[in-house]
């Protein structure tokens, strides 16, 4: 008996022994990003060898208990996995993850991203994983739409034709960068998002910078700064196939492989995809392609070249012109109007069988990078971007009259559509029924085209053809930074920014619609003008290539120490606009304008100071002045001296904001106050239709104030459930009255000279300045996750013809509210593995409930209730006078991932 106590004495002395020498520790570590520095909240981190795991909190930290010594593994989607080897109980400290890439990522400026707890602005990121699930049939617009201070619509509804507005300041005033690369108009800065539907599809990241960001280039922005960053060049060889389908014929296929890296040092990445669909609204069918390629090099330790190209050729038909509410939803009060549904357009048909739209957009817009990094030492790097861009392509309009009558005011199928076979009989000299007398258009009786039936200019009543305007640009640049980091502290920062633009800005035949000949009357050069049907090379109506060239550079200054993050910063740049006419100018002398210079700089710094762990403030404050664009100056479409606004006045902005912000584990927070005045501000109008003509307004001289209060916060009460949350209060108005010009716009001339506008004291329009929305993702079982998403958006005022406020009687009358407005989406994913293969579901329902609800208004008359035949639409609202766009109801797509 006593040797058996004695045995189990000393083999409870070795189980101790070896407990002790492997004891559970407690391991904590915060798992970020290794470019950004921003924490990774819900990577999973695993003890090797065992089930045990956890995931970060919402600083990307964590706490596990392990037995030491032991090895966690990291991971996060879009990141390569990750090993760390510990002893005893240790804080790992920062735990840097690479996106899926190796070190061969893209080489983007430096500073163009903002890093949390250090960058003194306010910005939100949309991590990969994000974009992947929620972007399947979004655009990029729609993907900010939970961020505060945006406001986001489908506008008319097209595929490619959504817009964004940050802070009260419309897209052409919003800086969009693709791998460091401007990407907005260098005559409007307008930037159309068809052009890059495909890049979602090879985002890694969108970060969104409101106000003065961060972005290290010549010229600011206003409204705020959207940085998309493309996927890196891949090491490791694979790839994936996916196909997507959702409501009215939505489908999309994507396929991309990577070569992974090769014994030469190179590698390469490839993406290619479709996407077509009949369209949401009526009459909007479009086909889109994508192709990407990203080509890595790594030279030696010191030199590395990356090379991308991607591209995203597509057609889509539109719907451009809004029309009154009770077309789409009827009058109470009348019942002889039709409703025609939200999705109603008005400007298709059917012609031969095939879906015909007056209104059709096609462009390609081809971009190519040349990326170079060098570390020259310890200290030095530079790094550099090369690129160049040719876009072709236009959008077309319906040109000419019938009998005095245009396209859209002839008798219409029931459906309410254009008879667009009937047009064609009768440009062909056929009599149509309803069309009035065959009279106008008759064979032309002698000359070369004699017997050939006549179209004519628009305005004229011997036929309607559809007329593409061409607006096509060779674009070239180069950003280049050095960075310097003198000791610890301090770290310099200057570089050149350069860009060089020709935009060609024509007018062609695009259909003849069964006509023979053009007749164009205006040309200088050649007049009178017959162009032949099939001829797409004539111009027609106006021919003036633009170029613009911009040279600049910044400096900055970078001071960390302690809990300090301090910057100032630079810059300065001019811009020069010339004009060409092609078309008019009758002699070389005047076919090219004088260049006219506009000399711009910017001032700006912050401090950001990390008061703990948890708790952080930042301020900045900057001041700027920017050139007046190209179609301000040229706004007459006319070389003549006396027609060029030539005096404009440089664009003013000066802007402040205070930022605290809160991190811990389980909450997060961030509370901005900001404030923008911005003087002799350029307004470039929509189109707009006017007894059957379409004009749009440009408004000079106004002066806007955009000041609010933005809070965004996220929790994770319990595992595997995180909710988050945003709120934010606006108020964006104009505090000086300004100029405003109507100009033709088939025609591109003014109808009169510059008019004073009274808009001292108005709201913006077109922009909801009350936004919040909540949102909760649950993962119920494990890899499969539920999400939903509310988005409410309150005092949202109409749009308003600047035009029609040149009367002293409508100032301080405010602009036409809104009714509000709340969408719900949701989402289901599921991830599994089959034969050791990925495989990701998904099906997303957007506006779940299916809200009707109007999204713009492009004019701003008020409710009569004196006025029978008016009605209310929510509360308070408007009637059949306004002329709006319904949004998108209730949509779906479903989705199959697979990676090999």
């Known amino acids: 008996m006593k040797k058996i106590l004695l045995s189990l004495v000393v083999v409870a002395m070795i189980v101790a022994s070896a407990v002790n020498a492997y004891a559970q520790e407690i391991v904590k570590g915060k798992v970020v990003d290794a470019s950004t520095k921003e924490a990774l909240p819900g990577a999973s981190v695993l003890l090797k060898g065992t089930k045990k795991s956890v995931s970060t909190g919402l600083d990307g930290s964590f706490s596990i208990s392990a037995t030491s010594p032991g090895t966690l593994v990291i991971s996060y989607i879009g990141y390569i996995q990750k090993e760390i080897e510990f002893s005893g109980a240790i804080n790992l400290g920062n735990i840097q993850i690479e996106p899926n890439a190796t070190s061969m990522q893209e080489v983007t400026v430096t500073g163009n991203v903002a890093i949390d707890r250090k960058t003194p602005v306010a910005f939100s990121t949309v991590k990969a994983v994000d974009i992947e699930s929620k972007g399947v049939n979004r655009e990029f617009p729609e993907l900010l739409k939970s961020t505060p201070s945006v406001y986001t619509t489908k506008a008319g509804g097209a595929f490619g034709d959504s817009r964004i507005v940050i802070r009260g300041f419309s897209q052409e005033n919003i800086a969009v960068m693709v791998n460091g690369v401007p990407v907005n108009d260098m005559e409007n800065q307008r930037v159309y998002w068809s052009n890059w539907a495909g890049l979602t599809d090879v985002t890694s990241s969108m970060q969104v910078q409101r106000g003065l960001g961060a972005s290290k280039l010549s010229v600011s922005s206003v409204g705020g700064t959207i940085n998309i960053v493309t996927k890196p060049t891949e090491m490791t060889a694979g790839g994936s196939v996916s196909a997507n389908m959702g409501n009215d014929d939505f489908m999309k296929y994507t396929v991309s492989y990577s070569s992974g890296k090769l014994p030469s040092g190179l590698a390469l990445t490839v993406l290619g995809s479709l996407n077509q669909g009949d369209g949401y609204v009526q009459g909007t069918q479009y086909r889109g392609w994508n192709w990407f390629a990203s080509l890595g090099y790594e030279i030696n330790s010191k030199h590395l070249l990356t090379f991308t190209a991607t591209g995203a050729p597509q057609w889509h038909n539109q719907r451009s012109f809004s029309l009154p509410y009770q077309t789409y939803y009827g009058n109470p009060n009348d019942p002889s109007v039709i409703a025609r549904g939200s999705k109603y357009n008005d400007s298709w048909g059917y012609l031969n069988g095939e879906e015909f739209n007056a209104k059709k957009n096609f462009y390609h817009k081809p971009v190519f990078n040349l990326n170079h990094y060098w570390n020259i030492s310890d200290k030095l790097e530079l790094n550099s971007i090369a690129y160049y861009s040719i876009g072709r392509g236009g959008g077309t309009a319906a040109s000419g009259r019938i009998n005095n009558t245009t396209y859209e005011r002839l008798p219409r199928t029931e459906d309410g559509l254009i008879n667009w076979d009937d047009i064609s009989k009768w440009n062909s000299g056929t009599a149509v029924n309803g069309f009035g007398a065959q009279t106008a258009n008759t064979p032309i009786a002698s000359g070369t085209y004699q017997g050939q039936y006549q179209l004519s200019t628009s305005g004229n009543n011997s036929g309607i053809s559809r007329i593409s305007s061409m607006n096509e640009h060779n674009w070239y640049g180069l950003i280049s930074n050095l960075g310097y980091r003198i000791n610890d502290k301090f770290n310099l920062s200057a570089g050149i920014d350069y860009r060089g633009y020709k935009g060609l800005h024509y007018q062609r035949v695009e259909d003849f ?48 120490y302690g809990s300090w993050d301090i910057f100032v910063a630079g810059a300065a740049n001019n811009t020069s606009y010339q004009r060409e006419d092609k078309f008019l100018a009758s002699d070389d002398e005047n076919r090219k304008t004088p260049k006219y210079n506009y000399f711009a700089y910017t001032a700006k710094g912050g401090a950001n100071y990390r008061i703990d762990e948890k708790h952080n403030v930042f301020a900045n404050i900057g001041y700027f002045t920017r050139a007046p664009f190209y179609n301000a100056i040229f706004a007459a479409n006319s070389n003549l001296p006396n027609k060029i606004n030539k005096d404009l006045e440089n664009e003013k902005v ?47 001289g106004a002066k806007q104030l955009s000041q609010g209060l933005e809070i965004d916060m996220a929790t994770t009460p319990i595992r595997k459930l995180e909710l988050t949350g945003m709120f934010s209060l606006g108020n964006f108005e104009y505090k000086d009255n300004a100029q405003a010009l109507k100009i033709n716009d088939d025609t591109n001339t003014p109808t009169s000279d510059f008019k004073t506008v009274y808009i001292k004291g108005l709201k913006v329009g077109d922009v909801a300045h009350v936004t919040y929305a909540l949102g909760a993702s649950y993962e119920v079982v494990k890899n499969v996750r539920v999400r939903a998403d509310l988005n409410s958006f309150d005092k949202l005022y109409a749009r308003y013809l600047y035009e029609q406020r040149t009367a002293v009687e409508s100032a301080g009358t405010q602009p036409w509210q809104l009714p509000s407005y709340t969408l719900v989406d949701a989402g289901v994913s599921y991830r599994f593995n089959l034969y050791k293969t990925p495989i990701t579901l998904r099906f997303n329902v957007d506006n779940i409930f299916d809200e009707k609800y109007i999204a713009e208004s492009y004019t701003d008359t ?26 998108w109801g209730r949509t779906w797509n479903l989705g199959l991932k697979v990676n090999f």
């Open 513 to 560: 619609i069964g006509g023979d000949v053009f007749f164009e009357t205006k040309d200088a050069n050649e007049n009178p003008k017959y162009i032949l049907n099939g001829d797409k090379k004539s111009t027609v109506g106006y021919d003036n290539p633009g170029y613009v060239q911009q040279y600049g550079g910044q400096a900055s200054l970078e001071y960390t």
């Open 862 to 887: 008020k409710f009569d209730p004196t006025d029978a035949t008016d009605f209310e639409i929510g509360k308070g609202g408007s009637g059949k006078r306004n002329t709006v766009f319904p949004g």
């Open 654 to 700: 000066f802007g402040t904001e205070l930022g605290y912000s809160f991190r811990s584990r389980v909450f997060s927070a961030n509370v901005n106050l900001y404030r923008t005045m911005w003087s002799d501000k350029t307004i470039s109008g929509s189109s707009y239709v006017e007894q059957g003509v379409r004009y749009r307004d440009l408004t000079v």
